[in-house]
Antibody, heavy 131, light 107 residues
């Protein structure tokens, strides 16, 4: 069983929109903080943003390059996290991964919230091409 | 943002060699550091967290050390499956940032 599966990637023109989905299984999704990370072709890893669990406020945090254009949301009834991407730019072209620190979904990390930013479960990635 | 700088950017080594990769943070991050391995076309995999804690199931060939601003990842005896790209990541403050990566190639 694959814990995280992304979908929704594709080819979009500059200025367009796309919504990525990431379905989760095999862990307590509702307790997990979910993160999106991207990797441009031949480049390194870039943190895009995260959404906290509802019990921790359910708020999102975003990297500066995507703030105001991207929105992360979650549907705990569907064990799914979304990345809504608007006003896409050529430089948004990348493989997008969803990821989480699964240990925090089964054991409270409220005393050490930084633990949520480790990433021990990754999806296979979905490719977004803006051209 | 905290900048993470890895060195070297690439290294060539042989099976059985000992390899060390370094990662320097632009400011102190205590031990809030992770190391990931990524193979071509695959998602990264967590190897080490909290600078020196080996993730369950990861070979003991891998070890991490350091605190503050300077960290190292050591692979004690390279195996064929270890040839990959390695990234460090700080989680001390938002946004979490990654090093640029170190490509480990077969000599």
């Amino acid at each position: 069983e694959v814990p995280l599966v992304e979908s929704g990637g594709g080819l979009v023109k500059p200025g367009g929109s796309l919504r990525l989905s990431c379905g989760a299984s095999g862990f307590s999704f509702s307790n997990a903080w979910m993160t999106w990370v991207r990797q441009a072709p031949g480049k390194g890893l870039e943190w895009v943003g995260r959404i906290k669990s509802r019990s921790d406020g359910g708020t999102g945090d975003y990297a500066v390059p995507v703030r105001g254009r991207f929105t992360i949301s979650r549907d705990d009834s569907k064990n799914t996290v979304y990345l809504q991407m608007n006003s896409l730019k050529i430089e948004d072209t990348a493989v997008y991964y969803c990821t989480t620190y699964r240990s925090c979904s089964s054991t409270s990390c409220s005393q050490l919230p930084r633990l949520h930013d480790y990433m021990d479960v990754w999806g296979t990635g979905t490719t977004v091409t803006v051209s | 943002d905290i900048q993470m700088t890895q060195s070297p950017s690439s290294v060539s080594a042989s099976v059985g060699d000992r390899v060390t990769i370094t990662c320097r943070a632009s400011q102190g991050i205590s031990s809030w550091l992770a190391w990931y391995q990524q193979k071509p076309g695959k998602a990264p995999e967590l190897l080490i967290y909290a600078a020196s804690s080996l993730r369950t199931g990861v070979s003991s060939r891998f070890s991490g050390s350091g605190s503050g601003t300077d960290f190292t990842l050591t692979i004690s005896s390279l195996q064929p499956e270890d040839f990959a790209t390695y990234f460090c990541q700080q989680v001390f403050s938002l946004p979490p940032t990654f090093g640029q990566g170190t490509r480990l190639e077969i000599k």
